[in-house]
DNA sequence: CACTAGATAGAAAGCGCTTGCTGTCACGCT
DNA sequence: AGCGTGACAGCAAGCGCTTTCTATCTAGTG
């Protein structure tokens, strides 16, 4: 039924070894004989068999990518930039590896049981992006994996996520993200700034938190907990969590939001609520996503260089680049100053 | 150094044989016997190795969801979904099957590597997503693939992807939808339509395009071809295309974007030709992505199901759902009438 | 011209798992 | 008591490929 290496060798008139030396490259073979086999492996339309292949070699072309939510162009963007640093040419001959994102909807139990599918398929790589859950069991859990992933062969880099003694990390600087962007506020005038955070089991979410604190702490501004609302990374959550913090306190000026996404379900209710942005109220995101130029007003927020850290790392899970100094490299945002930031109201 | 099946079956004192059964639960296993082994299994950390089974059994828990371009939350709200119906329990023990998303790019090569690749792991299942590309080559290529697949046992569905004979399809009506907008517009009044496309190659761009062209028709609205520009399916094609529109006819009153995206990179290009939306120009889009009802006014588009129907494939593709009649489903897009739409200047 | 090294090709032993077929018991019937 | 019958468990034969070790042949060397 299907055509297996025999069927080449026996076509081309070789053993099967020699077949499998030509597909693989690794091993001389004369360039007639080379030719034949190709020839019969095309005419048989011949297409190896990647577990079998995998289980002799004790290794896969498999590379997998875990992003905590895929319809999230945040995740979208830098699988998109590791992927193409991976599926290209390099490595076996045939050329190709199987780079493949696995989507675990930020559910704990979920990038577990991705962890353990890639380790079973014998994985040459996996990158984890995005932040990182805080529940020390679940860290503890993920360490142990991706040690054994290590120990295994398998080549683990975290891209966007905090480092762990475990793989090599290019981590987003989010912490010094935070602070640009309430330091930004703070410096137009800013007094009353409502925060509206991500899920508070994440490291992105405490990260930029703590920048925004201290940003505040440094310029002596109170820092009123009842101006911190936690929610989820979506527009929604924004949506809502502006009108809870309105509610609170609507004297607020500006509202500081976990990321773009949760900034637009801001502005939205802003302008629901008949507040002007920047005029009555500044809005400010995180991210850069591609959208938040076109807000309008334009979104201030801070740039992170997705594209770049993705390919970056990328590359180093194919060990086509060195690992960085102490298997870290941390990567600054840049504050975007657009126009949906301004001096306060009463100004 | 690793721990293989023998291993485990030494200390539950069992078979190998039994333990596989076990772990496969397809063959009747003394309750006792059972337990052993899984203490086994937990005590010696136990990690199948997926090649092997696979090559013993001739099938792999592997399913593959292509998508054109993994940053452009069209696609992430079907790979979701898609991911969601298949990730989840049922099928062999151990319950988990590996829902991967592999990235195109809109590549023609690449798609067709994916699908060997695909095809070398013997796939358990393959979803292709999104619109196809109209080269007769291509697409015999690509069906080639997919009646091989589908003979090798894989089981192929396509998901927004026009119909072919070789796989069950669900389809959206971009003929439709398109027809819907412009009838919308051209109700309003208007008469001179400006028409951003995709790129012309993409079933996408053609469908969408006729329905557009079918509305004007049917409406009696001359259709001069100076009116329509092709693109990409990003933002900055909608920029640079609506600027190329407007320089062609400054009197537009209404510009029908390809997608959603599209459209916000018009609506930059309007705001910054001083020009009010909808007042002085109309804007509509496409697929009715989150972000769009945050752009100001909110875009008039429309909604395509992405997640049912991507829901919806998943469950087929995992043989949990019956094929509709035919092999075809056809899913419609609902107009969504925002702000960015109403009647033309002159009116 | 015998001899060695280099270049190729083949034989064969697995890689770790699944599964058809063959036992082995313990029951429950007649 | 004799036996058919389930219910389990184990044997062993692969699955299709890689790779080590060996065999063969050619060509270069002193």
Redesign the interface.
């Known amino acids: 039924m299907?055509v297996t290496l025999a069927d080449v060798a026996a076509r081309a008139q070789v053993s099967p070894a020699t077949v499998s030396r030509v597909l693989n490259g690794n091993y001389p073979v004369a360039a007639s004989t080379r030719e034949r086999v190709l020839k019969a492996v095309d005419e048989l339309?011949y297409?190896?068999?990647?577990?079998?292949?995998?289980?002799a070699a004790a290794t896969?072309?498999?590379v997998?990518i875990l992003v905590n939510?895929?319809?999230?162009?945040f995740f979208?963007?830098m699988?998109?930039a590791i992927?193409?640093e991976i599926?290209g040419p390099g490595g076996r001959a045939g050329g190709?590896r199987?780079?493949?994102?696995?989507?675990t909807?930020g559910s704990p139990e979920?990038e577990l049981?991705?962890l353990?599918?890639?380790?079973?398929?014998?994985a040459a790589a996996v990158v984890l992006t995005g932040g990182a859950i805080e529940d020390p069991a679940h860290l503890t859990a993920v360490g142990n994996k991706l040690r054994?992933l290590a120990d295994?062969g398998t080549r683990v880099v975290l891209c966007g996520r905090p480092p762990t003694p475990e793989a090599i990390a290019i981590t987003f600087d989010n912490r010094g993200g935070g602070q640009l962007l309430t330091e930004h506020l703070i410096g137009l005038g800013h007094r009353r700034l409502g925060y509206i955070a991500g899920p508070e089991e994440r490291t992105t979410t405490r990260h930029r938190l703590e920048g925004h604190r201290a940003a505040l702490a440094a310029a002596g501004v109170e820092d009123d907990p009842r101006r911190t609302v936690y929610g989820r990374y979506d527009?929604l959550s924004g949506y809502e969590a502006t009108l809870e913090l309105l509610r609170r306190d609507p004297t607020l000026t500006a509202v500081v939001a976990a990321n773009d996404?949760v900034a637009?379900?801001a502005?939205?209710a802003l302008?629901d609520s008949g507040l002007r942005i920047p005029d009555d109220v500044s809005v400010a995101g995180f991210d850069d996503l591609?959208?938040s130029?076109?807000?309008?007003p334009a979104l201030t927020t801070v740039r992170l260089p997705l594209a770049e850290a993705g390919a970056r790392a990328g590359r180093i899970a194919m060990g086509r680049e060195e690992a960085p100094p102490g298997g870290i490299a941390t990567v600054r945002g840049e504050l975007m100053v657009r126009g949906s930031t301004g001096g306060p109201r009463e100004a």
């Open positions: 299907t339309d297409v190896l068999n990647g577990p079998a292949s995998a289980l896969s072309d498999l997998g939510d895929i319809a999230d162009p979208g963007i699988a998109s992927q193409n599926g190709e199987l780079a493949v994102v696995c989507n909807g979920r049981t991705y353990t599918l890639l380790q079973r398929q014998r054994k295994a527009r996404t637009l379900g502005c939205a302008r591609p959208f130029i076109d807000a309008v």
